[in-house]
T-cell receptor, first 114, second 109 residues
Framework: DVKVTQSSRYLVKRTGEKVFLECVQDMDHENMFWYRQDPGLGLRLIYFSYDVKMKEKGDIPEGYSVSREKKERFSLILESASTNQTSMYLC?????????????FGPGTRLTVL | GQNIDQPTEMTATEGAIVQINCTYQTSGFNGLFWYQQHAGEAPTFLSYNVLDGLEEKGRFSSFLSRSKGYSYLLLKELQMKDSASYLCAAMDSNYQLIWGAGTKLIIKP
């Protein structure tokens, strides 16, 4: 079974703090993704990565950055957290092979910025 | 623009059948995914359709009509554990997923 883990289930931070969210997958997947999920909205893609040290902007990259130094690990960084970044953050990975490229999700991190 | 529409909420009775509809507009199309998400948990993969027609997987079936930009998820013999949100996502020409907001399904005894 694919396993995607995230460093924290719940996180509370203050405005202006730098926040690191870590994601690790154990299936040697090429692709990794960071989404945020807010009530009434679909999953919105923040950043994704197709390979080590490679990153691509998604639909809402502003205020975020990412790092992929190892294949299994993809980090999301909030340089200076703001209250509008309070959300559920979901990490996903996929094999990157073929069009039926199912994404597998981690349990999510619910971030509250005060 | 790219868009996915699905109902916000549906209610059904235990043991019954429910159909959750999804319409999509994307730049190119490389398939339609359905995921299940229980409250506070991660989305889990249910089905993938890229060709027209019905795919059956146990109590769950998924249908696709590419010409109509339409899909549905059919759940039979509903159980209380099926209470969850069901997310529809279409894959565009860049192999990116465009997500609907999800349909919250409430099952009543």
């Amino acid at each position: 079974d694919v396993k995607v883990t995230q460093s924290s289930r719940y996180l509370v931070k203050r405005t202006g703090e730098k926040v690191f969210l870590e994601c690790v997958q154990d299936m040697d997947h090429e692709n990794m993704f960071w989404y945020r999920q807010d009530p009434g909205l679909g999953l919105r893609l923040i950043y994704f990565s197709y390979d080590v040290k490679m990153k691509e902007k998604g639909d809402i990259p502003e205020g975020y950055s990412v790092s992929r130094e190892k294949k299994e690990r993809f980090s999301l960084i909030l340089e200076s957290a703001s209250t509008n970044q309070t959300s559920m953050y979901l990490c996903a990975s996929s094999s990157g092979q073929g069009t039926t490229d199912t994404q597998y999700f981690g349990p999510g991190t619910r971030l509250t910025v005060l | 623009g790219q868009n996915i529409d699905q109902p916000t909420e549906m209610t059904a009775t235990e043991g019954a059948i429910v159909q959750i509809n999804c319409t999509y507009q994307t730049s190119g199309f490389n398939g339609l995914f359905w995921y299940q998400q229980h409250a506070g948990e991660a989305p889990t993969f249910l089905s993938y359709n890229v060709l027209d027609g019905l795919e059956e997987k146990g109590r769950f079936s998924s249908f696709l009509s590419r010409s109509k930009g339409y899909s549905y998820l059919l759940l039979k013999e509903l159980q209380m554990k099926d209470s969850a949100s069901y997310l529809c996502a279409a894959m565009d020409s860049n192999y990116q997923l465009i997500w609907g907001a999800g349909t919250k399904l409430i099952i009543k005894p």
